[in-house]
């Protein structure tokens, strides 16, 4: 059973440019959530997608924006990146689950912005 | 706003000394709490969960975790450390909303075991 999967591993952007990070999750999870682990922190949630909709959202600029399929993968946007988006950026997925859900966390793309 | 405090940033044991992390958070209302491991070169992994019921529970690699409401605390426990625990540790709650729920992390807890 594969857990969640999060494509690129790594990548290199300059400010400005914009970035899209995509993630699967584990089989028979409906809900994708992301995060953004800065160095020496712990991850801070950006935002959470549920049924292709965008369900709550952390203090994170519209400079960050998402998608999820119908087949529950989900993608980031980070567009005009800064230096300071520099981070790991991580996808937990969960099976909704009215309150009692457990997210699982996949290995993260880690984003270096020059 | 949440928020979850993690006691000691770093911690130094030797294999076979006691552990305990502490773990704080801020919210009145009705919590879950999970406690995560990051191992070096490794993802996220759940260690243990707390949502309802007795408030001692216990995780995987003998880890264990109490959950004291009055106190607003869920500290990490294990009765003897390992070389292979050397990992970074996050407390992490959400509260129970109608839907979405987000997970609400500490700043993390880096273990060091000496061999």
């Known amino acids: 059973d594969a857990g969640v999967t999060q494509s690129p591993t790594h990548l290199i952007k300059t400010r400005g440019q914009q970035v899209t990070l995509r993630c699967s999750p584990k089989s028979g999870h409906d809900t994708v959530s992301w995060y953004q682990q800065a160095l020496g922190q712990g991850p801070q949630f950006i935002f959470q997608?549920?049924?292709?909709?965008?369900?709550q959202r952390g203090n994170f600029p519209d400079r960050f924006s998402g998608h999820q399929f119908p087949n529950y993968s989900s993608e980031l946007n980070v567009n005009a990146l800064l230096l300071g988006d520099s981070a790991l950026y991580l996808c937990a997925s969960s099976y909704e689950n009215r309150g009692a859900e457990t997210q699982y966390f996949g290995p993260g793309t880690r984003l270096l912005v020059l | 706003a949440q928020s979850v405090s993690q006691h000691n940033h770093h911690v130094i044991l030797s294999e076979a000394a006691s552990l305990e992390l502490g773990c704080n958070y801020s919210y009145g209302g009705t919590v879950n709490l999970f406690w995560y491991v990051q191992y070096p070169g490794q993802h996220l992994q759940l260690l243990l969960k707390y949502f309802s019921g007795d408030p001692l529970v216990k995780g995987i690699k003998g880890f264990e975790a109490e959950f004291i409401k009055s106190k607003f605390s869920f500290n990490l426990r294990k009765p003897s450390v390992q070389w292979s625990d050397t990992a970074e540790y996050f407390c992490?709650?959400?509260?129970?909303?109608?839907?979405?729920?987000?997970?609400?992390f500490g700043a993390g807890t880096i273990l060091r075991v000496k061999s």
């Open positions: 997608y549920y049924e292709e909709e965008e369900r």
């Open positions: 992490a709650v959400t509260t129970l909303m109608e839907y979405g729920n987000k997970l609400v």
